[in-house]
């Protein structure tokens, strides 16, 4: 299915350049609640976070002081 459905199955993926995690956030649009329940402890405070300008990310950025920097998808 196409677009936004609560019937796919929402994949979150961080990186530090060594090793990778695949980790699933639940279905349908994304939330900054689930998105810091799924990466807030993963992700050290004061990071650089490289990410898509996705309104989920917002909770992350703030609490935890991380640099952004960020790219809007469709010009990747």
């Given amino acids: 299915m196409r677009g936004i459905s609560n019937n ?3 994949i979150g993926v961080a990186t530090d350049g060594i090793n990778t995690v695949f980790l699933e956030e639940g279905k349908g649009k994304p939330s900054q609640k689930k998105t810091f329940e799924t990466f807030g402890g993963r992700i050290a405070p004061n990071s650089t976070i490289i990410h898509y ?8 950025v ?3 002081s991380l640099n952004s920097i960020s790219y809007a998808s469709r010009d990747l």
């Fill in 8 to 10: 796919q199955i929402r």
């Fill in 53 to 60: 300008k996705e309104k989920s990310h917002k909770r992350l």
């Fill in 62 to 64: 703030e609490e935890l």
